[in-house]
């Protein structure tokens, strides 16, 4: 039973346009949203998260969206750059569950 | 700050050994939890720990997997006995409890072959 689901296992994007990655969730329980980037052969890192009480999360050129009548989030790259080239993770929370949640991951590569 | 650290960074064997994996979570931190990634199904949870107790293992595939935390320092997955469908990358993560936002602290990950 996926709870967290990212349906698109890569996307491309040209250097300084947007990159938007999208992440699905089944289960209205969830508290918090969080991003996590993995490059090769390291550990995923915390990106951005956000609260389910909101609906944005701005941190410098990462902007994530959540739309809980549709139970869907976003992670918006603004300009995107060649660095940005991982594999993002969208993972979800609640309280009382210490468990993070994991989508399938997406790779985003930035075309120079 | 020392990080999450995992051991070892690629392990070969062959099926039916034994594979012990080892994690030394950030100082601190009272939860550990064991992750594997897989292209199928993503970073799926294994099982974690709270306080050095197992409080959920129901991510554990099968008896052939177990885990243990004898102290606040440390932990190991063991694979006994070995198949390939094992094959992956094993991610230890801590956090500390009481954070209300369920960020955690990953490894760089042990990646195995089961030949």
């Known amino acids: 039973d996926q709870q967290v689901k990212q349906n698109s296992p890569s996307l491309s994007v040209q250097e300084g346009r947007i990159s938007i990655l999208n992440c699905d969730y089944t289960?209205?329980?969830?508290?918090?949203f969080l991003w996590y980037k993995k490059y090769p052969a390291e550990g995923p890192t915390f990106l951005i998260s956000?609260?389910?009480?909101?609906d944005k999360n701005e941190d410098g050129r990462f902007t994530v969206f959540l739309n809980k009548s549709a139970k869907h989030l976003s992670l918006h790259i603004v300009p995107s750059q060649p660095g940005d080239s991982a594999v993002y993770f969208c993972?979800?929370?609640?309280?009382?569950?210490?468990?993070?949640?994991f989508g399938t991951g997406t790779r985003l590569t930035i075309i120079p | 700050d020392a990080g999450v650290i995992q051991s070892p960074r690629h392990e070969v064997t062959e099926m039916g050994q034994e594979v012990t994996l080892r994690c030394k979570p950030i100082s601190g931190h009272n939860s550990l939890f064991w992750y594997r990634q897989t292209m199928m199904r993503g970073l799926e949870l294994l099982i974690y720990?709270?306080?050095?107790?197992?409080?959920?293992d129901s991510g554990m595939p099968e008896d052939r997997f177990s885990a243990k935390m004898p102290n606040a320092s440390f932990s190991t997955l063991k694979i006994q006995p070995s198949e390939p469908r094992d094959s992956a990358v094993y991610f230890c993560a801590s956090s500390y409890r009481d954070r209300d936002t369920g960020e955690l602290f990953f490894g760089e990950g042990s990646r195995l072959t089961v030949l």
């Open positions: 956000i609260s389910s009480i909101k």
């Open positions: 993972a979800a929370y609640y309280f009382g569950n210490e468990k993070l949640t």
């Open positions: 720990f709270n306080n050095n107790v197992p409080i959920d």
């Open positions: 289960n209205s329980m969830f508290d918090y």
